[in-house]
């Protein structure tokens, strides 16, 4: 079975909003191999329409903008060219590699994670909150950034019960910030 493993950025005060991390060349990096240790990413609307902004090629000039620092360039090849999941009951479709994911979402995400290969890689805030819900996360990242943000979102909000989890691996970047895996315990 596949495992699901979700990442994201955090400060140390539990904002995640991807405006408050500090992004460089190695943060980026770290990411891209996440993404390329999966076969497949699964977003929600929002995650998804941020990404595809940030990260498709243009199709008129296939180019990056020119706010996209060569450094970024592998991150943006791993994720354009990811098979993506959207879970999304307003979008009637989507395209840049990625299928619309309908109906109950603990059976569509098992049907997934049932398939054979490497992993699914999710993230994002309110689709990961449901998927911990379900016990449906097998692997937990947090990189946690060393800033106080003095801001939100938090991750978890409204989760109903906890979920226990075990450190199974931790990697210092060279920008202080820490990333951090956890399993659940079951």
């Known amino acids: 079975m596949r495992p699901l493993r ?4 955090i400060t140390l005060d539990g904002c995640c909003d991807h405006r408050a991390g500090i992004a460089d060349a190695e943060l980026h990096r770290h990411h891209a191999r996440n993404l390329a240790e999966a076969d497949a990413l699964l977003f929600g609307r929002v995650t998804y329409q941020m990404m595809e902004d940030a990260w498709r090629k243009p199709a008129e000039t296939g180019v990056m903008p020119e706010w996209a620092e060569p450094w ?4 943006a090849h791993t994720i354009h060219a990811a098979k993506k999941y959207v879970v999304s009951a307003t979008l009637a479709q989507v395209d840049w590699n990625a299928e619309l ?3 109950d979402l603990k059976e569509a995400v098992l049907r997934l994670k049932q398939e054979p290969g490497k992993g699914i890689f999710v993230g994002g805030v309110t689709l990961p909150l449901a998927l911990a819900e379900m016990g449906l996360i097998d692997e937990y990242e947090f990189v946690v950034q060393p800033r106080l943000a003095g801001h939100g979102p938090t991750l978890f909000a409204g989760l109903s019960k906890y979920v226990d989890l075990k450190l199974v691996g931790r990697h ?6 820490l990333a951090l895996r956890y399993q659940p315990k079951r």
């Not at 979700?6 to 950025?9: A, D, E, P």
């Not at 970024?72 to 991150?75: D, E």
């Open 72 to 75: 970024v360039m592998p991150f």
């Open 101 to 103: 994911l309908r109906g």
């Open 6 to 9: 979700y990442s994201i950025n």
């Open 172 to 177: 210092e970047l060279g920008s202080g910030a």
